[in-house]
């Protein structure tokens, strides 16, 4: 069965520093892409950094490139997310997602349950 679990979210003060961790079982970790999302109350999801399957190439929203950095341990089947210098706009629920498709037209798409990261004085 597939399973994404995301750990590491919690309470921060601005400025401080977390580190998101998301624990793949149950496919191929190494042939997906992963990405972090986010999403405040009241606000759309939004894409917060991607990883391609090898870690070679990264991207960032603008608003994160700066402060935030994903990295994947493939053997592990974990992939991070960096956050630092938290702000209080930073404050959502964090996504952990899976994402393949192969070049016979199948897509896989996986979520987990998300973290909440709070980010307040």
């Known amino acids: 069965q597939v399973q994404l679990v995301e750990s590491g979210g919690g309470l921060v003060q601005p400025g401080g520093s977390l580190r998101l961790s998301c624990a793949a079982s149950?496919?191929?970790?190494?042939?997906?892409?992963m990405n972090w999302y986010r999403q405040a109350p009241g606000k759309e999801r939004e894409l917060v950094a991607t990883?391609?399957?090898?870690?070679?190439?990264?991207n960032y929203a603008d608003s994160m490139k700066a402060r935030f950095t994903i990295s994947r341990d493939n053997p592990k089947n974990t992939v991070y997310l960096q956050m630092n210098s938290l702000k209080p706009e930073d404050t959502a629920v964090y996504y952990c997602n899976a994402y393949r498709k192969t070049w016979g037209g199948t897509t896989y798409d996986y979520w987990g349950q998300g973290t909440q990261v709070t980010v307040s004085s």
């Open positions: 149950g496919f191929t970790f190494s042939s997906y892409t």
């Open positions: 990883i391609t399957t090898t870690g070679g190439r990264t």
